[in-house]
């Protein structure tokens, strides 16, 4: 009986691996070339990402973003129409911000982790998406004119020194600064304004949560003071 038990265990192990290997690709079709100009290496230099891309016969781009770590390649999802990506590392190279332009003024942010199969997405949404949603919590959102197009989320410079240039003192490799903006079409006119510019939140990679410390507040006060139309 045990051994019927353990060929039983065996077999839904191997059904797992061979699963596990059939819904993770071992890297890039041939129709998608690498673009070496946007590849770059974590700090620790163990991790490369590569950027790959196809075109379509109308000339329609499709990119997709591989992570190489000890010659092993792992898909960075999503796959991305027309844009390339930048990439940040934190100083650790545990954690990884894919900062992903999606149109002309939109922009999203992808957050993914260093894990036994290299690395993975850390959160069940894009970071971006997280950050919007908290800002729709906050006190703010409610003073200003609904978000509805150009729709940008950014990683603020400096996460490779812990943002030490704007005057935190904060733990190494804790937290991501983000910067939200938004536009809005002014009444009556053609046109955009842009109705947030720049609010700042802040992501604890620790935690998995949002906050936003107190001298954020004269920065997030401007982002969403109103603008002349």
């Not at 797992?16 to 079709?29: E, I, L």
């Not at 894990?115 to 919007?132: E, H, I, N, Y």
């Not at 947030?196 to 997030?220: E, I, K, S, T």
């Amino acid at each position: 009986m045990k051994w019927k038990h353990l060929a039983f265990s065996i077999g839904v192990f191997l059904a797992c691996t061979v699963s596990a290997a059939m819904a993770q690709p071992a890297g890039p079709t041939a129709d998608y070339k690498i673009k070496t100009e946007y590849t770059s290496t974590s700090p620790d230099g163990t991790t490369t990402i590569e950027q790959y891309a196809k075109t379509d016969a109308d000339g329609n781009y499709t990119w997709q973003f591989w992570a190489r770590r000890q010659d092993k390649l792992t898909l960075l999802k999503p796959e991305q129409p027309d844009y390339a990506a930048g990439f940040r590392f934190t100083n650790d190279s545990q954690w990884l911000v894919r900062m992903q332009k999606t149109g002309a003024g939109y922009a999203d942010l992808y957050l993914y982790r260093l894990g036994r199969q290299g690395f993975v997405a850390a959160t069940p949404k894009p970071l971006s998406d997280l950050a919007w949603a908290y800002f729709e919590s906050r006190p703010d959102f409610r003073k200003i004119r609904k978000p509805d197009f150009h729709i940008e989320a950014d990683l603020v410079k400096g996460l490779d020194d812990n943002y030490r240039w704007m005057g935190e003192n904060w733990p190494d490799c804790r937290y991501l600064l983000i910067s939200l903006s938004v536009d809005v079409p002014p009444a009556g006119q053609y046109g955009q304004i842009r109705t947030v510019r720049g609010w700042h939140c802040r992501y604890d990679l620790q935690m998995g949560r949002f906050d936003m410390p107190p001298d954020f507040a004269d920065n997030n006060a401007k982002a969403i003071a109103p603008a002349p139309e």
